[in-house]
């Protein structure tokens, strides 16, 4: 359920209009980033048998932090490009 709170609360912080919204952002990411290994680690530690009953519960979790990694990541090499064009 904490997967969740974070997700809403990070793509509810879109678009990236402030300088407050992209250090949430990145905070929420670090989290998220936390939870998914935690999660990753813990479906390791499963037997054969349990992790498979726990697939179709946690994959799609594991796939909605996927997304906003994508996200996270889009929007600071947006912002990196639009830097570089500032800069130049």
Not at 53 to 70: G, N, R, V
Request: with cysteine; net charge positive.
């Amino acid at each position: 359920q904490a997967v969740n709170e974070l997700l809403r609360h990070f793509w509810a912080s879109f678009p990236l209009t402030s300088p407050q919204r992209e250090a949430k952002v990145h905070r929420i990411n670090k989290a998220l980033v936390d939870l998914y290994e935690q999660i990753s680690q813990a479906r390791s530690a499963m037997d054969p048998a349990a992790r498979q009953l726990a697939k179709p519960l946690i994959a799609p979790i594991l796939q909605a932090c996927d997304a906003a990694f994508t996200k996270a990541d889009r929007a600071a090499a947006e912002k990196a490009s639009q830097n570089g064009k500032t800069t130049t």
